[in-house]
């Protein structure tokens, strides 16, 4: 299998892949080298990784024609650390502004 990289459509935040210029939505990705999934967490595997293999990244992105892609936004604006603290991206923009 080789790594594939698509955009999903994401109609609740008004991103979709027809739109124009350049398709817009959630960044998806598969690959031998991406996670197979959570250690014992079936239900959160099934969250994070679709029927055909997709990772979605939670990051919404576009892609330009020659194959770059910007990240935009974010689904769900909160990131989980490595130790579980969850953390919102506006408070660390805040300090870093």
Known sequence: ???AIR???LPEMDYRIT???FP???ICCRSPCVTSGYFMKP???AKAIDAQGYLHTGDVGVIFPNGTIQVLDRCKN???LSQGEYVAPEK????LI
């Open 1 to 3: 299998m080789h790594a």
């Open 7 to 9: 955009l999903f459509d």
């Open 19 to 21: 739109d124009k210029p």
């Open 24 to 26: 817009r939505g959630e």
């Open 43 to 45: 239900d959160l595997t």
């Open 78 to 80: 909160i990131f989980k």
């Open 92 to 95: 660390i923009e805040n300090i």
